[in-house]
Every structure is written in structure tokens, then in C-alpha cells.
């Protein structure tokens, strides 16, 4: 009989218009595409998946049937999404349009389907139109009111307005950074905070879901396993949790059993954090040059020997002023004696000065004794400078880095190590030995495996009494390093990696939340978030480290340009000195 056929309309898009799909069903959409099933004839099931798979994410359904068998298919559709361990959404997804004489009402107000309308008619006559609305603490079916000043979505399907509905969602992370994921239980109650908790919070709030958390049992990431996965990407792989919201990498061999959400929430590098155990006072065998750089001690050394051969000029001027008699060879020979003397003296005098001696005996002119000054406090700057540099590198406690790159750390006497929860290892491991990342996991692997599985505090904890370098996430060392000032970075950016969050493979979640996080990442709100919750160091509480530096010449090049002004200003005094002498020989002879 046809009232005992179950006849259900796929409809994409629709324009019959016969008592059989009355004209509300017109509206769902305008091409001309529609799929009948009858599923008195076919599996039920089936028939839901190959309309899952073909229309989603826009399933719009009119089935016309009789009461018994309407009741029937809708607890079906209810309960599918489930069956497929949540790899498909009818629940959010589909929009139902039920064209019946009448329904059991109250077993019908159960559903958690979100978007269904029930259209009662004789034969081709409309009787009443439902919808049904969900509430806090209820599900109803109720009259639509005039739909004159919306549109037919938002009168038929009012909950489409409330996104997902309140839907719970189980949500897997893994507690171990101090930035993502911070774990804290306090009497008996367990809180989650972090960025990426903030950036879920944010997802939920748009979406209109909720969730509570899980962890995986074994404390592991996700590394390949007898051709599987454990951990998080196993949790997603099995389809056991709905999403994993924390910082998780994506790699090429995971993305074969789990989907990501894109954009990435962040990108991260590896980094090498120690602690310098090693501290020793500053010991050369040129301790004492120092404090000057070496281009300051050739300049000094050329002013010191031109301001001895000026000396010595100014004090015989008079022996080259005076005439030589005619045919006095010892008369010569004298003035050359004295002239070598007087070189003799200056150079004496001028290194005396160098050592803040002065001179023993002052200049004689009053060109010599400008000379003299500016010489004084070039060099009095100078040497108040040299030993106070001196001072400082013979009493100042120096840091010395044991290595600065990533060779060095492999050929020094320092242990490395990282946790082997995650894929960096998988990744180093899988190296050429011979590479350097391949010559770093040989080092790595030289610990007791178990202790690399064990937690941060344990690694970082041996960081502090031990020679041990530890390879972290950027993020997570800055975390550690802002409050230790004896914690050091290698500065070696290696294994840049993004970080997501994972969704079983196939997910019908992954469209809605790709979305809201592009729109997160356009608008600025994740790096809003990670400004919040990333931490760069602060070493104003730490005491200050004095290392040793050689003065330039650049810094004190202004005693020497007293100097250079000095000893100008004496030849032009020199020079009136001499001209006085000629004139008052002049006068004397006449």
C-alpha cells in the first residue's frame, strides 16, 4: 500500500512542487539536483553515510512518511553519529524537513538533532508547521511564528543562530609546557590554563560548545607504534576524543592518521638551554696589555717619541741660534754631544711621564713648558683609565662559556638530552649518524632511556647541579631561563616545527574550526594571546656580570687631541720666542 512505503527525499535543490513536497521544501535551495531513496528497500544506514559523504557540510533532508516509520528514521539519524564515533554531524549539519500526518510529539522532543521542522498536512493542505527549539534544560517542539521579517533559516531553524548548540566535546592535551597547557589541582579539582586553553576558550565561546578535558595515558605526543601511533595522535586515530587542543607538531607522518586545524597556533624551534658551572677570574699572559686596545698603544708610543724629539728641539734651539766660528771643528762636535744629550733627557723624562713620574727637570722655555702641560693631561687621562681597566680585569669574576655552537657542545665534556615523548626525537634519530643532528642524538641517546621519558622537572633538575644541556622548545626555555640568571642559551635554532591542534582524520568539525581560526589569526587575537601568556627574560633582578673590554681610541681620543693642540700652540710660542731673540740681537749689535 503507499501509505506502507518509506519514501525519503534527499533534496540539494528542488523545484517540484506537488503534495508530496509542498512548497516550504522549495526553499531550501534553488538548483535543480534531487536524490530519492526509498528505504524500505534500502539500508538505512548506508543510505545516511552516502548522504553524509556527498552533501556535507549541507545536508537538507525532506522525508515524507508515515508516523510509525518517521519516528523509526529520526531515532536512526539521532543516534548515527554516534555509531560513526562522531566522523559525521547530522546533528549540526543536517536541516530536516518532516512531512507527516502526524508524529509521536514527545518521542521527537528527545532528539538532539539541532535544525528539524515538522510539517502535519491532509494531503495537499498545510495543517501546522513546528520547529524544533532546544533550551538550556529542554527541548521542545514549537509553533513558527510569522516568518514576514526573517528568512526562511532563521524562521524554520531558529537553533542554527546558536551554533553548535551547547554541544560537549571531549578535548585531549598534555601538561608539560608552561606556556600552552599549565596544569594545577587544588583540593581535589583540576584547572587548565594557557595559551592554548585560551585559544580553545575563544573556539568554544564562537562556536557555542563545551568540553571537558582528558590526558593520554602513557604521557606521550604521538610516535609511531607497530604501524599506528600512541599518545594524543593515537587518542585522535582511534576517533577516542573529539579534539586535541595543545601544542602539538605537525609532521608529514602524522597527517596520515589525524587532520590539523590551520592556521597554525604558533611556530616553534628547538633550542639548547644549560647552565655555566664552570667561573674563573679573568688569567692571560697579556693581562697587562688589556686594558688597551692596540692601535691606543701605537698612537701613544708615536706621540711619546715626536713629543721627545720636540723637547729636544725646544731645549736646543739656542745651539743652532748661536754662530760658529770659523775652523772650530770641537765647537761642532760639542753642539752635536749636547743636542744627542738633551734627546737623551726628554726620551727619559717623557717615559717617566707615561708612568705618572713627571719630570725631573722642567724645560727651560716657555714652548717646552706648553708642551709639557698638554703632554701632562693627555697622559693623566690615559693612565687614570689604563689602571682602573687593569684593576677590573685583575679583580672582576668572569663567565666562561664552555662552548657557542652546537659543535662545541658535542665536543665538550657537557651531557645533552631532551624528552622522548615527542617527534624531535623521531626526527633526530632518523638522521645520517654522521650528520650533526645524527652526531647530537648519538649524544642524546647515551642517557638512560628511561630518564629522557621522565619528566621536565627531572631534566631540569639535573640541569641545575649537573654539566647538562637540554633541547626545549624557544617558548618553553624562555619560560625556565626568566627567572635563573645562571641558565644560558647555545642560540642554535634547530627543528623549526609548527604547532596546531588535531582533530581525528576526516572530522566534520574541521571546516567550522579552520575557520574561526583564520578568522582568529586575521584579526590579531592569536598573537593577542600569545603576547599574554609568552614570557621573554628579564635580567634587571640579576646582578651585573663586569666582563672586560679594551678602551679605543675612539674613547679617549680626546686626550690625545690635547696633545696635537698642545704641541701646536708650542711651536707657535717657539716661534715667538725665537723672533724676540733675533730682535733683541738686533738692537744689541747696533
Sequence with gaps: MEEDMIRLYMLEESKENDCSTPALAQSFTNSPTLLVFDVSVVDVNNTLQTIHEAFFPDIHVVASMSQGYMTELMKTVDSFDAKTKRLTDFRHHSKWLLLTDGINVPELQTLDLENVVLLRHDKCWIQNVFTLRHHSTKTELVPVADCSSRTTMECYFPNVAYGYNNRHLLVTVLAESKVYVVKSTNNGTTKYIGYAIDVLDTIADVLNFSYSITEPEDQSWG???????????????????????????????????????????????????????????????????????????????????????????????????????????????????????????????????????GFSKYPRGMSGKVLMASLWMSLMVLTTVYCANLVAALSAQTDVRPFTDLDGLLDSDYSAGLRTSGISHHILKTNDPSSLYGRLWSKINANDPAFLKSSNENHLKRLEREKYALMMFSSQLEQHMADDCNLQVLGERLLYLQISFGLPKGSPLKADIDKVMSQMSAVGILDRLWEKWSVKRNLTHCPEKRTLESITLNQIGGGFIVVCVGTAFSMIVLCFEKLKQCASRGSSYE
Design 223 to 357: 610516535l609511531p607504534v607497530n604501524n599506528t601511533y600512541d599518545g594524543i595522535v593515537g587518542q585522535l586515530n582511534r576517533t577516542e576524543v573529539d579534539l586535541a587542543a595543545c601544542d602539538l607538531a605537525i609532521e608529514e607522518g602524522r597527517s596520515k592518521f589525524i587532520d590539523y586545524v590551520l592556521p597554525p597556533i604558533s611556530t616553534e624551534y628547538f633550542d639548547v638551554v644549560y647552565k655555566r658551572h664552570d667561573k674563573q677570574r679573568s688569567s692571560s699572559l697579556y693581562l697587562l696589555a688589556l686594558p688597551l686596545r692596540p692601535d691606543v698603544y701605537l698612537v701613544l708610543f708615536l706621540i711619546a717619541g715626536f713629543c721627545s724629539l720636540l723637547f729636544a728641539l725646544f731645549e736646543s734651539a739656542d745651539i743652532f741660534m748661536r754662530a760658529t766660528p770659523a775652523g772650530s771643528d770641537g765647537e761642532g762636535l760639542g753642539r752635536f754631544m749636547k743636542v744627542r744629550q738633551n734627546l737623551f733627557h726628554a726620551c727619559w723624562e717623557v717615559t717617566g711621564s707615561l708612568f705618572k713620574q
